[in-house]
């Protein structure tokens, strides 16, 4: 499709383990973005790519949150030991390239929910 | 760090009644940029327009229009004769040249009543 996709698109799980969820950008976007969704929060931003640039992992709310952006497409969010107050929307978005200002298309989110 | 605020929670209108959101940002750079985006039902967040500092043009695309004011830095988004579908929640963003992260408002639900 020509668009951002995320999966799975509803993730439920225990406390304590681990979950990964999947973005693929739109073909040719070099910027990837993670962002949060959650009822307490609002949207807020977890990290971000660029190209082959050390992403930006200020947004990321504890160690137990990484990323990884395998050969500038496809990226991976990893929760470890998951927490109730994980659940939430997680959405990711890509665009052009770094500069700013740049249009962030965004994919439907995939809901985490921790039991 | 910028700083965006919704301080509608909620608008609720009558269908054909002209609604406007307000958003309000801080920030401390000279050149930024602004964005509305469209949260639907389905959850998708949908762009509707971006604004950088320097052009303080109105713009108008079909019902919709925006109000970029720098004196009070203001970036309110007007809906001309609602419809039922732009039920929906509306998200402001601002973002700094210096990163591209957005940094969100709370967001505004608007319900159109038929």
């Known amino acids: 499709g020509a668009g951002v996709s995320q999966s799975p698109s509803n993730k439920v799980t225990e406390k304590g383990k681990d979950v990964e969820l999947r973005c693929d950008p739109i073909?040719?976007?070099?910027?990837l973005y993670w962002y949060r969704q959650s009822l307490g929060q609002g949207l807020e931003f977890l990290i971000y790519?660029?190209?082959?640039?050390?992403?930006?992992k200020s947004g990321l709310p504890s160690d137990r949150f990484s990323a990884e952006r395998t050969g500038g497409s496809v990226s991976t969010l990893t929760i470890q030991r998951t927490q109730q107050e994980d659940s939430a929307v997680y959405l990711c978005?890509?665009?052009?390239?770094?500069?700013?200002?740049?249009?962030?298309?965004f994919g439907p989110g995939t809901r985490l929910t921790v039991l | 760090a910028q700083k965006v605020t919704q301080a509608q929670t909620e608008i609720s209108v009558v269908e054909k009644e002209d609604v406007t959101l307000d958003c309000v940002y801080e920030?401390?750079?000279?050149?930024?940029?602004l964005f509305w985006y469209k949260q639907p039902p389905s959850g998708e967040l949908v762009f509707l327009i971006r604004?950088?500092?320097?052009?303080?043009q109105n713009e108008i695309s079909g019902r919709y229009s925006w109000n970029f004011q720098k004196s009070t830095s203001s970036f309110n988004f007007t809906i001309t004769a609602s419809q039922v579908v732009d039920s929906a929640v509306y998200f402001c963003?601002?973002?700094?040249?210096?990163?591209?992260?957005?940094?969100f408002g709370e967001g505004t639900q608007l319900t159109v009543n038929p």
């Open positions: 963003a601002s973002q700094e040249t210096s990163g591209s992260r957005l940094t």
């Open positions: 790519f660029q190209g082959n640039s050390a992403p930006d």
């Open positions: 604004r950088n500092s320097f052009d303080e």
């Open positions: 073909s040719g976007h070099t910027a």
């Open positions: 978005a890509s665009s052009l390239g770094a500069l700013s200002g740049g249009e962030q298309f």
């Open positions: 920030t401390r750079d000279t050149t930024y940029y």
